[in-house]
Structure formats: C-alpha cells, structure tokens
C-alpha cells in the first residue's frame, strides 16, 4: 500500500513540475507581444554636474556604456507654465570609446526654475536623466564667504563643512552644493575650485 501511495505522489509532483515549466516557458514566448521580454543594458552611468551663477548655466556629463558610439543630446529649459528650450542642443557623439565626458556652457537670462536634460543613446538603448536648478540671480553659486567671488578660500570652507569643521547657513549651503545632490562634499570643494582657477 506504501509503494502505491509513494508511485501516486511521485507522479503528482512529476506533472505539478512539468507544468510550473510550462507556464514559465509560456511567460517569455516571443508570440505574446503583451510580455516584454528583459533586455541587457548597454548604458551603465549617467552622471550630471549643472549649476547656474553669474548668468551663466555650467552643465558638465559623464557617460560610460559596455558598448563604443554612444550619442549624447545636452538641452537646457527653464520653465514658466510649461518646460521650454533655452539655448541650442548639444549632440556629441563618443567615436569608438566606451565612454563620453564633456561640458556645455548656457547664458541665461533671468531668475526661474532651470533643467538640463540629457538623452544618451547606445546601440538600440535610449535613457533620459535630468537635474534641475532653482536659479536666483543674486546667488553667487561657490561664493561659500559671501564676498562677491569665487576663490580658492571658498572651496577650503567647503572642504572644512564637508569635514564638520565649519557650520554653514542655509544660504550658505544653496550656494555650496554644487552638483544638487543634496549634500555638501569634496566634490563641490573641487568644482569650486575649478572655478577659480577658470578651469570651468
């Protein structure tokens, strides 16, 4: 009776399997065009440094992919009812690197809400990312001390705030992130620095 009862539930557990890989089978058949089937990404990073001062919007990017020739389109907007283009879009091809990194440099004309938006494109792979800015015309972007320029004195407070050295004001801290990311770090110090010695 044992064996009989042990036969019928192998079989069970047999054909339960069988249809378990039936129906995986079935969820990726390429006949049913309502399932999307994964894809392998190609692009791996997308990075975006962008901030506004002086009237002057600095967007700088860094792209890495596992393939060559990727395309990347830089378009800044400010927006008032709706987004808008300000400037011309710039569209920057990697050649046969598997990387691509570059800046733009757009004036702008007046205190508002500001994004860059950036489409990559690598074989048959298509990715947006934006950043957005708030822009005051009366901010100096980098100007940590508040005296009007941007100086290597800047960036050492920074890097002081980064380290708990320094205490900064709200003010003090809108002016200082300068890739929007929500914190105050030595890659800002850096920029900052790059600023001042007109490297960007």
Request: proline letters at 1%; aromatic letters at 10%; one cysteine or more.
């Amino acid at each position: 009776m044992k064996k009989i009862i042990s036969f019928i539930l192998c079989i069970t557990l047999i054909f339960a399997a069988s249809m378990c890989v039936s129906a995986k089978y079935e969820e990726f058949s390429s006949d049913d065009k309502d399932v999307a089937i994964p894809q392998w990404q190609v692009i791996n990073t997308i990075n975006i440094t962008f901030y506004i001062t002086d009237g002057k919007a600095y967007i700088s990017y860094l792209v890495t992919a596992d393939t060559d020739n990727i395309e990347v389109s830089v378009q800044l907007q400010r927006q008032t009812l709706f987004w808008f283009d300000v400037g011309d879009e710039k569209t920057e091809k990697s050649g046969d690197k598997k990387y691509i990194s570059g800046s733009y440099t757009v004036p702008v004309d007046s205190s508002g809400e500001y994004r860059v938006r950036l489409t990559v494109k690598a074989q048959d792979e298509t990715k947006t990312k934006t950043a957005e800015f708030s822009y005051d015309e009366n901010l100096l972007m980098g100007d940590a001390n508040s005296d009007g320029f941007i100086k290597a004195n800047d960036a050492r407070l920074i890097l002081r705030y980064a380290a708990q050295l320094e205490i900064f004001t709200q003010s003090q801290k809108n002016k200082c992130d300068m890739n929007i990311d929500g914190s105050i770090t030595a890659a800002d110090a850096r920029t900052v620095l790059r600023m001042s010695a007109q490297l960007i």
